[in-house]
């Protein structure tokens, strides 16, 4: 079993920056990732890693997000820059005990409660 909280949102203006944290307790998940959902949208897949150094990103946030986990402290990280009016979102953590990863929602057996992002234009 894990459990995962989520933390760091808030309200930024675009071009802005935050940090998002998400810590895991119980198991230590070697697979995590990020997903957001917008209002009257679907949740969409952000980032991912596994097992703690390979990453994938959506092109949506390419070169602009970054995800790293340290997995010691059992805390995954999630970097957003040169943040956009249309990352405004709820961003879900999640994670699963294995060693490859998905962009489906459905793959992956544990959720935090997650943080809302807004950006201001």
């Known amino acids: 079993q894990v459990q995962l909280v989520e933390s760091g949102g808030g309200v930024v203006q675009a071009g802005g920056s935050l940090r998002l944290s998400c810590v895991a307790s119980g198991d230590t998940p070697n697979s995590v990732a990020w997903f957001r959902r917008a209002p009257g949208n679907d949740r969409e897949f952000v980032a991912a890693t596994w097992p703690v150094t390979s990453t994938y990103y959506a092109e949506s946030v390419k070169g602009r997000f970054t995800i790293w986990y340290d997995y010691p402290r059992k805390t995954i990280y999630l970097q957003m820059n040169s943040l956009e009016p249309e990352d405004t979102a709820l961003y879900y953590c999640?994670?699963?005990?294995?060693?490859?990863?998905?962009?489906?929602?459905?793959?992956?057996?544990?959720w935090g409660q997650g943080t809302q992002v807004t950006v201001s234009s």
């Open positions: 999640a994670a699963r005990e294995s060693t490859t990863w998905s962009t489906n929602p459905a793959w992956y057996y544990y």
